[in-house]
């Protein structure tokens, strides 16, 4: 016999079976208990709070600061018969009591409320009154007042278990190395709450980190292998947000920019049509994403380095929630570093936060020019051992093959004695000089600043002419990223020897490096390295049916004024067109088919179904 939440999970949302640890989380909320869940994106947060509340007499409460997602998520609850409604600053005054008379008469299951307003008095005495099954804390991180999406109400949520000591909480993230897990459980005041944390492994996603040379023509050839698909790229600054999506639509791709300094009717419009519209190219600052529930998303590609490995993952963790293939793409060079660090050391934030800040980004400079599989490299930063599925008991250490350093693995030469050329130049040239500066002095450059310098005079002229100056290039960011070289604030990106410096220069120590990619790959190495692993491919004699069924989609959601994955998700339109359902009860075994999607449009699947033949 199912058990009721199994049997709630089949009628409402048309799945045979919970994923991971979603059982055990939804069993121990319904049963009245808090809960700390850490679950990557992608991998059914939103069923650990929804179940329960439907399972539960009253109201589930969902706090979540995406105030611009909140109607796509309820349409997703109405489309499959869950009385749901949200409450925000776009609803109109009459809307909003509407809602609220709803809330107080027990007729919602679910209603989604951003923090400032469920904190206000008002709100408080409301919820005082209405029948209650839980409190959501979705995006829990924003508690942490270290994290790169911080927001201070947060802070304030603990009153939901000062006043409702009874009701349980579970808090969600996608993203929280230890240190914030204990955060989170701290500020909200979670300290009996069970935690449940799965893998942070998002195994479709290929990552891959390359050397920036010609940033602009990179991310051509990168996205030359995603035409037609849609995708984010994030830039550092707004003006860099801006050029690059000028710069995309001159080559023929549609792509549109978001940041915080466009007027807020552009930016949602530009949100509208990147979630409804298909292959649309996003060219973004951090300042969108999260949160966004665009389940066919291909690509993250980074033009500039991100802040830290936390922003990182949750960044490129936008890419491939529907489980199909994706690639997050990383491009960096010496001068993100050189500007980021600048930016800790310039900031107006406390010594406590600027030396986080620091440790933060050069956690991540050591992923970018680690030389191990990235995905064990990535994962270690959360507390995670890399293992994959079916790996033997007790096998540890084995590779992901999905990722740039497993497809190409890395060449890497001892380079002892280039540290301690580029080491001493920059010692003999007075700790105060740039990258190109450096690099000119080592090849033997006859530039008149050289001369003017006296440069063309010092010990380390013209020792460098072995290696090129993108070698060099190389050489100088692997040195930064070791903590070998550091960016003085002072001095306009100039660079300076460290402490650890020393035992370089003296020959205790050894120096081995990763060896620059070349520029392009050859032929033979783009066919080795294949496409980004995939769920399972629509077959061919599939496709014809699959075309259609996402043809009906398509005209439901405009229909619907709604994005078309609230409609469906592809994996579901892929399920009919393998299965091939002629009635509706067939229909209704189809994974992802809920009574209530059944009986609203299971008519029109089937004739389609019958028509393909």
Same mark, same amino acid.
């Given at each position: 016999?199912?058990?009721?939440?199994?049997?709630?999970?089949?009628?409402?949302?048309?799945?045979?079976?919970?994923?991971?640890?979603?059982?055990?989380?939804?069993?121990?909320?319904?049963?009245?208990?808090?809960?700390?869940?850490?679950?990557?994106?992608?991998?059914?947060?939103?069923?650990?709070y929804?179940?329960?509340?439907?399972?539960?007499?009253g109201?589930?409460i969902?706090?979540?600061?995406? +105030?611009?997602?909140?109607?796509?998520?309820?349409?997703?609850?109405?489309?499959?018969?869950?009385?749901?409604?949200?409450?925000?600053?776009?609803?109109?005054?009459?809307?909003?009591?509407?809602?609220?008379?709803?809330?107080?008469?027990?007729?919602?299951?679910?209603?989604?409320?951003?923090?400032?307003?469920?904190?206000?008095?008002?709100?408080?005495? %409301?919820?005082?009154?209405?029948?209650?099954?839980?409190?959501? *804390?979705?995006?829990?991180?924003?508690?942490?007042?270290?994290?790169?999406?911080?927001?201070?109400?947060?802070?304030?949520?603990?009153?939901?278990?000062?006043?409702?000591?009874?009701?349980?909480?579970?808090?969600?993230?996608?993203?929280?190395?230890?240190?914030?897990?204990?955060?989170?459980?701290?500020?909200?005041?979670?300290?009996?709450?069970?935690?449940? *944390?799965?893998?942070?492994?998002?195994?479709?996603?290929?990552?891959?980190?390359?050397?920036?040379?010609?940033?602009?023509?990179?991310?051509?050839?990168?996205?030359?292998?995603?035409r037609?698909?849609?995708? +984010?790229?994030?830039?550092?600054?707004?003006?860099?947000?801006?050029?690059?999506?000028?710069?995309?639509?001159?080559?023929?791709?549609?792509?549109?920019?978001?940041?915080?300094?466009?007027?807020?009717e552009?930016?949602?419009?530009?949100?509208r049509?990147?979630?409804?519209?298909?292959?649309?190219?996003?060219?973004?600052? *951090?300042?969108?994403g999260?949160?966004?529930?665009?389940?066919?998303?291909?690509?993250?590609?980074?033009v500039?380095?991100?802040?830290?490995?936390?922003?990182?993952?949750?960044?490129?963790?936008?890419?491939?929630?529907?489980?199909e293939?994706?690639?997050?793409? %990383?491009?960096?060079?010496?001068?993100?570093?050189?500007?980021?660090?600048?930016? *800790?050391?310039?900031?107006?934030?406390?010594?406590?936060?600027?030396?986080?800040?620091?440790?933060?980004?050069?956690?991540?400079?050591?992923?970018?020019?680690?030389?191990?599989?990235?995905?064990?490299?990535?994962?270690?930063?959360?507390g995670?051992?890399?293992?994959?599925?079916?790996?033997?008991?007790?096998?540890?250490?084995?590779?992901?093959?999905?990722?740039?350093?497993?497809?190409?693995?890395?060449?890497?030469?001892?380079?002892?004695?280039?540290?301690?050329?580029?080491?001493?130049?920059?010692?003999?040239?007075?700790?105060?000089?740039?990258?190109?500066?450096? +690099?000119?002095?080592?090849?033997?450059s006859?530039?008149?600043?050289?001369?003017? %310098?006296?440069?063309?005079?010092?010990?380390?002229?013209?020792?460098?002419?072995?290696?090129?100056?993108?070698?060099?290039?190389?050489?100088?960011?692997?040195?930064?990223?070791?903590?070998?070289?550091?960016?003085?604030?002072?001095?306009?990106?100039?660079?300076?020897?460290?402490?650890?410096?020393?035992?370089?220069?003296?020959?205790?120590?050894?120096?081995?490096?990763?060896?620059?990619?070349?520029?392009?790959?050859?032929?033979?190495?783009?066919?080795?390295?294949?496409?980004?692993?995939?769920?399972?491919?629509?077959?061919?004699?599939?496709?014809?049916?699959?075309?259609?069924?996402?043809?009906?989609?398509?005209?439901?959601?405009?229909?619907?004024?709604?994005?078309?994955?609230? +409609?469906?998700?592809?994996?579901t339109?892929?399920?009919?067109?393998?299965?091939?359902?002629?009635?509706?009860?067939?229909?209704?075994?189809?994974?992802?088919?809920g009574?209530?999607?059944?009986?609203?449009?299971?008519?029109?699947?089937?004739?389609?179904?019958r028509?393909?033949?």
């Open positions: 016999m199912q058990s009721p939440a199994h049997e709630l999970l089949k009628r409402v949302f048309g799945h045979d079976a919970f994923r991971g640890n979603q059982q055990a989380i939804v069993e121990h909320v319904t049963a009245g208990n808090d809960a700390l869940v850490l679950m990557p994106t992608g991998g059914g947060k939103s069923l650990c929804q179940v329960p509340a439907l399972l539960r007499e109201c589930g969902v706090v979540s600061p995406l +105030i611009a997602l909140m109607q796509d998520q309820v349409e997703a609850l109405r489309q499959l018969g869950v009385r749901a409604e949200f409450l925000n600053s776009t609803l109109d005054a009459e809307t909003a009591s509407r809602v609220e008379r709803e809330l107080l008469a027990g007729e919602l299951k679910l209603l989604y409320v951003a923090p400032e307003r469920l904190l206000t008095g008002r709100f408080l005495s %409301l919820l005082e009154r209405a029948p209650l099954a839980l409190f959501a *804390i979705d995006e829990a991180h924003c508690v942490s007042q270290w994290g790169h999406d911080f927001r201070p109400e947060y802070r304030q949520l603990t009153v939901l278990h000062e006043r409702w000591p009874h009701i349980p909480r579970i808090a969600l993230t996608a993203t929280a190395d230890p240190p914030t897990q204990r955060e989170i459980a701290e500020r909200l005041d979670l300290a009996q709450a069970e935690h449940f *944390i799965s893998s942070f492994d998002r195994p479709n996603i290929r990552y891959t980190v390359v050397q920036k040379d010609n940033a602009k023509r990179q991310l051509l050839d990168f996205l030359r292998g995603h037609g698909e849609a995708g +984010i790229v994030y830039c550092m600054s707004r003006r860099k947000v801006e050029e690059t999506a000028d710069m995309l639509r001159s080559e023929g791709l549609d792509a549109l920019p978001y940041h915080a300094g466009l007027p807020a552009v930016r949602a419009e530009n949100q049509r990147f979630l409804r519209e298909d292959g649309i190219v996003m060219c973004a600052t *951090i300042a969108f999260m949160g966004i529930d665009k389940p066919d998303v291909r690509f993250v590609a980074h500039d380095l991100p802040k830290s490995m936390e922003g990182y993952y949750q960044e490129t963790g936008r890419a491939g929630r529907d489980g293939a994706a690639e997050a793409w %990383l491009c960096y060079g010496l001068g993100d570093v050189v500007l980021l660090k600048q930016m *800790i050391e310039q900031g107006e934030a406390g010594a406590e936060r600027k030396h986080l800040e620091r440790a933060k980004l050069d956690h991540l400079l050591g992923y970018c020019e680690s030389m191990q599989c990235r995905r064990q490299v990535l994962l270690a930063g959360f995670e051992t890399y293992v994959p599925v079916g790996t033997p008991k007790g096998v540890l250490g084995q590779p992901c093959g999905n990722c740039d350093n497993c497809l190409t693995p890395p060449a890497a030469w001892d380079a002892t004695v280039a540290a301690q050329k580029a080491l001493s130049c920059v010692y003999r040239s007075g700790q105060r000089f740039g990258v190109g500066h450096l +690099i000119d002095i080592l090849r033997g006859d530039g008149e600043r050289i001369r003017q %310098l006296g440069h063309d005079k010092l010990s380390t002229f013209g020792i460098g002419k072995d290696l090129d100056a993108r070698g060099w290039r190389g050489v100088f960011r692997q040195l930064v990223a070791a903590s070998l070289l550091e960016v003085d604030p002072e001095a306009h990106g100039g660079l300076r020897l460290t402490d650890a410096s020393r035992d370089v220069l003296k020959g205790r120590r050894q120096l081995m490096m990763r060896r620059e990619a070349p520029t392009t790959r050859s032929r033979g190495e783009r066919e080795r390295s294949g496409s980004p692993r995939t769920g399972v491919p629509v077959q061919p004699e599939d496709l014809a049916l699959f075309n259609a069924l996402r043809g009906l989609r398509a005209e439901l959601a405009r229909e619907q004024n709604v994005p078309a994955f609230v +409609i469906f998700h592809d994996s339109l892929r399920n009919i067109a393998e299965q091939r359902p002629d009635s509706l009860d067939a229909l209704g075994r189809v994974g992802g088919i009574g209530s999607k059944l009986a609203r449009y299971g008519q029109r699947l089937v004739e389609i179904v028509e393909q033949g």
